[in-house]
Antibody, heavy 126, light 108 residues
Framework: QVQLVQSGAEVKKPGASVKVSCKAS????????VTWVRQAPGQGLEWMGW????????NYSKRLQGRVFMTTETSTNTAYMELRNLRSDDTAVYYC???????????????????WGQGTLVTVSS | SFELTQPPSVSVSPGQTARITCSGD??????ACWYQQKPGQAPVLVIH???ERPSGIPERFSASSSGTIVTLSISGVQAEDEADYYC???????????FGGGTKLTVL
């Protein structure tokens, strides 16, 4: 079964950028996609966006558009999420998750995310 | 507006059936899925396409859909089912994805 392993915890100052990686144990990202979801302490899940290697498109949440950038290296089975101009309310656990090729090819059939990485804690503090 | 509403909490006794609802206008146009999240762990997909169960998920997890409401049911609830449960759907215009606020299931 494919597993996603994320990079370690980060501590950043306000205004800085952070880049989190997500490495797959198999070729899960080929002709499919990767999504990123974050969870602030004690809060619910917030979708950030996704990157599709099927059609080389990205979709970002309207709230984070302009600050978040997602890329995928299919040669190394690694996805990256960069968040710029960090603020204190960006403190959260950041998760990557796989997006099945069935989903990226036709979202009208439903959208779901599986498997998930273990999460990366990003703390933004001065 | 694109919102998904869940009850903050649901409590059941062991062996009973837990039902968690998720409501929103988008659900009449797009299917939903459900995730289980235990403390300190990543979410796990338990239902997709309104009612399909991924391999490895126990049969006691099921779901149904009617109009703008989807319902996750857990029959014969066990202590290990105590967790937060999130519904999720999408707006095809982006697509843009939204999660419900989550429901904490407590097994009494």
């Amino acid at each position: 079964q494919v597993q996603l392993v994320q990079s370690g915890a980060e501590v950043k100052k306000p205004g800085a950028s952070v880049k989190v990686s997500c490495k797959a144990s198999g070729q899960i990202f080929s002709n499919s996609g990767v999504t990123w979801v974050r969870q602030a302490p004690g809060q619910g899940l917030e979708w950030m966006g996704w990157s599709s290697t099927y059609n080389d498109k990205t979709n970002y949440s309207k709230r984070l558009q302009g600050r978040v950038f997602m890329t995928t290296e299919t040669s190394t089975n690694t996805a990256y999420m960069e968040l710029r101009n960090l603020r204190s309310d960006d403190t959260a656990v950041y998760y990557c998750a796989g997006v099945d090729d069935v989903v990226v090819k036709d979202t009208s059939n439903g959208v779901w995310f599986d498997p998930w990485g273990q999460g990366t804690l990003v703390t933004v503090s001065s | 507006s694109f919102e998904l509403t869940q009850p903050p909490s649901v409590s059941v006794s062991p062996g009973q059936t837990a039902r968690i609802t998720c409501s929103g206008d988008a659900l009449s146009k797009q299917s939903a899925c459900w995730y289980q999240q235990k403390p300190g762990q990543a979410p796990v997909l338990v239902i997709h396409r309104d009612s399909e169960r991924p391999s490895g998920i126990p049969e006691r997890f099921s779901a149904s859909s009617s109009g703008t409401i989807v319902t996750l049911s857990i029959s014969g609830v066990q202590a290990e089912d105590e967790a937060d449960y999130y519904c999720q759907s999408a707006d095809n215009s982006g697509p843009y994805v939204l999660f419900g606020g989550g429901t904490k299931l407590t097994v009494l």
